[in-house]
């Protein structure tokens, strides 16, 4: 597609379930990131994917928190044992090439955990 | 620790006049930095960039300014329009990863 799609767009679950998120780079970009941003806050560095590997998942909150990009193109990051300070909106970005160099971001996924 | 972020949490400006967006930073190392715009319900937008070799950069309506003495850049829109309310970011690229301050909300008042 033209830009980055991301699936869900609004996600709500209960405390401890388990939930996966989608992302859908444009075509042809290697380079993913997965970023989260909370209500009034700019984005934070979750993950960074070039190819098939995780390049860099040094913002990983901690071991609850899971991302594959077994393809080179789709990613899902997934969450288990969902808190309630998980909500948030998890926005995806991709980028052709290494480093930022302005990324495309999608909408994001805002996350609700009840 | 080092960081990046924004002077004001606001800004209100009337229709047509300019805006300016500051915002500074703490790593004297940096050399790359990004300005996004966001707008409700979306993921942040490309603006324009500037690398650390370059004191200025312009593109359509707008233009950034670097000054690496006092670590500070700022995000000038001229003739500013109501489709230019949103949150304005100013992020500093560090290696694979971008760094984003709090963000600006611009207001426009017509």
Known sequence: GAGVSQTPSNKVTEKGKYVELRCDP?????????????????????????????????????????????????????????ERGDSAVYLCASSSGQGSYGYTFGSGTRLTVV | GESVGLHLPTLSVQEGDNSIINCAYSNSASDYFIWYKQESGKGPQFIIDIRSNMDKRQGQRVTVLLNKTVKHLSLQIAATQPGDSAVYFCAENRGFKTIFGAGTRLFVKA
Do not use: C, M
């Open chain 1, 26 to 82: 444009i075509s042809g970009h290697t380079a993913l990131y997965w970023y989260r941003q909370s209500l009034g806050q700019g984005p934070e560095f979750l993950i960074y994917f070039q190819g098939t590997g995780a390049a860099d998942d040094s913002g990983l909150p901690n071991d609850r928190f899971f991302a594959v990009r077994p393809e080179g193109s789709v990613s899902t990051l997934k969450i288990q044992r969902t």
